[in-house]
């Protein structure tokens, strides 16, 4: 973390001493990342980075110890890698959405775009009062929000992992959330049992990157999708037969 309070300037890659070049190389952070780390200390989001808790394709998660300006003990931050390629295939999600016209070019453009996508989707369904974490900051690739988990920092399971006690009043809730969403014209678009997290045995929705504006060219495609998904799993696992259609309507009514 020393490097985060460095105030020293340096103008390339080069100028970096060897063992702080391999320490980068060898993956613990990318420069342009540790930079926007930073802001999460100086905004007082965190006074600690410290462990991963979830490695993914695209990004990576940790806990943090919170900062002064933020209410709860832990902070989730999801780092993006800029390194990743997998973004490319990512742009039909944010092509036609109107609120993402102005892409920059290059992959760090696409992850910061996709960043800055799911703080604002984020927003959008804690406004409209969804279960899900809320957000507190994002910058270049990194997005500090609402740590789900317990008081001691252990984090939620998924749904996939922990399962669910009362799975007809989980799915009533998940299928309420997706309907809050969409009554503010947003749709998830990857919901699975693994983007929820079982909090006290309330499902909470998470990942909301590829979520889309109803307006979307693919919007009822990504919500039929979301919603089989999820009456699927809940059909194998509890044996609770729910019909697509007669939840598609009553999601968009
Ligand atoms: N706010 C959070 N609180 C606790 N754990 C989280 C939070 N957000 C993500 N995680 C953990 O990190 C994992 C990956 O996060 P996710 O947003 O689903 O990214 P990915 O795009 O890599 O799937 C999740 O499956 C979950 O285990
Ligand atoms: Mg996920």
């Given at each position: 973390m020393s490097r985060m309070v460095?105030?020293?300037?340096?103008?390339?890659?080069?100028?970096?001493?060897?063992?702080?070049?391999?320490?980068?190389?060898?993956?613990?952070?990318?420069?342009?990342?540790?930079?926007?780390?930073?802001?999460?200390?100086?905004?007082?989001?965190?006074?600690?980075?410290?462990?991963i808790i979830a490695k993914g394709k695209e990004a990576d998660v940790y806990i943090a110890d919170h900062g002064s300006s933020v209410p709860s003990d832990f902070v989730a931050v999801k780092i993006f890698r800029l390194e990743t390629s997998s973004f490319e295939k990512r742009t039909d999600y944010i092509n036609g959405d109107p609120r993402f016209f102005r892409i920059k070019s290059g992959?760090?453009?696409?992850?910061?775009?996709?960043?800055?996508?799911?703080y604002s989707n984020l927003r959008i369904a804690e406004a409209a009062g969804l279960h899900s974490p809320k957000p507190y900051l994002f910058n270049g690739n990194i997005l500090a929000m609402e740590f789900i988990g317990d008081s001691?920092?252990?984090?939620?399971?998924?749904?996939k992992a922990a399962g669910a006690a009362d799975p007809v009043n989980a799915l009533d809730s998940i299928l309420e959330d997706m309907k809050k969403l969409y009554s503010r014209d947003l749709i998830h678009g990857d919901i699975s049992e693994y983007n929820i997290l079982m909090k006290d045995e309330v499902p909470y929705l998470i990942d909301f990157g590829q979520a889309v504006v109803k307006d979307h060219p693919k919007a009822e495609e990504f919500l039929k999708r979301d919603i089989?998904?999820?009456?699927?799993?809940?059909?194998?696992n509890y044996g609770i037969s729910r019909n697509e259609d007669e939840s598609f309507k009553q999601i968009t009514s």
């Open positions: 460095s105030k020293r300037k340096r103008s390339s890659r080069e100028d970096y001493p060897l063992s702080e070049q391999l320490k980068i190389e060898e993956g613990v952070f990318e420069r342009r990342t540790m930079l926007h780390i930073k802001k999460l200390f100086t905004r007082n989001i965190i006074s600690k980075l410290e462990f992959i760090s453009g696409i992850v910061n775009e996709w960043c800055k996508k799911e001691e920092g252990k984090p939620s399971q998924s749904l089989s998904v999820i009456l699927s799993y809940f059909r194998k």
